[in-house]
């Protein structure tokens, strides 16, 4: 039953995310997500919008779900902007990506999927690393990993691995593209500063 609300809330979620805002304030943005959740209940070939979508893309992980939720607390005006860069949490998520992923496509000899089935190191580092980023006032990354651990802990979902509730495949592709696009626009960005000042030096 867990699992299928998660669905449901992954769905109105996402979708809610990849509308247009089409001008609507909290209030009205706020329906339009109410409504996207009661539509994840509309079947489809026998299951539910929500199921269907959950079929291509598995359970999302908790880290995932926070994310989501805090995209949407902004959509809403909720929230206000986060008052640094994500580039931390991009770069958090998409080294945990290139940890696990490429392990399990069987491009490395170590498993480190296994390690979460006996997390306490992983708890540790992950402890560690939410208290530097509390003090670098990265809150969006400090609510992230809090939400994956005290999930686990208290098992919200059928998964007995910690990697289960930290990563997932659309976070990792979420965050491995947005960091390759930010390193393309920076190296863009440079060539054109560079090109620039050889132009006025030339001048």
Not at 48 to 54: D, G, K, N, T
Not at 144 to 150: D, F
Not at 168 to 173: K, V, W
Request: hydrophobic share 55%.
């Amino acid at each position: 039953m867990t699992n299928l609300w998660q669905a449901h809330i992954s769905f109105a979620m996402i979708i809610f995310l990849l509308l247009p805002s089409f001008g609507l304030k909290r209030v009205g943005g706020l329906t339009l997500l109410l409504a996207l959740l009661a539509a994840s209940f509309i079947p489809l070939d026998g299951l539910s919008l929500a199921a269907y979508l959950r079929s291509h893309i598995d359970d999302l992980a908790i880290t995932t779900l926070a994310l989501l939720a805090w995209g949407c607390l902004r959509r809403l005006d909720a929230l206000p902007p986060a008052p640094q860069g994500q580039a931390g949490v991009l770069m958090i998520f998409a080294a945990a990506t290139l940890v696990l992923y490429p392990a399990t496509l069987g491009l490395s000899d170590l498993d480190p999927y296994r390690f979460g089935f006996s997390p306490r190191p992983m708890l540790l580092f992950v402890a560690l690393l939410t208290l530097g980023l509390f003090y670098l006032r990265n809150y969006l990354a400090v609510v992230m990993l809090a939400c994956a651990t005290l999930a686990f802990i208290i098992e919200i979902k059928p998964s007995q691995n910690y990697w289960d509730y930290l990563i997932d495949p659309l976070l990792g592709l979420y965050c491995c593209t947005a960091l390759l696009i930010r390193a393309t626009r920076w190296t863009y960005g440079r060539l054109n500063m560079l090109r620039g000042g050889a132009s006025n030096g030339s001048a």
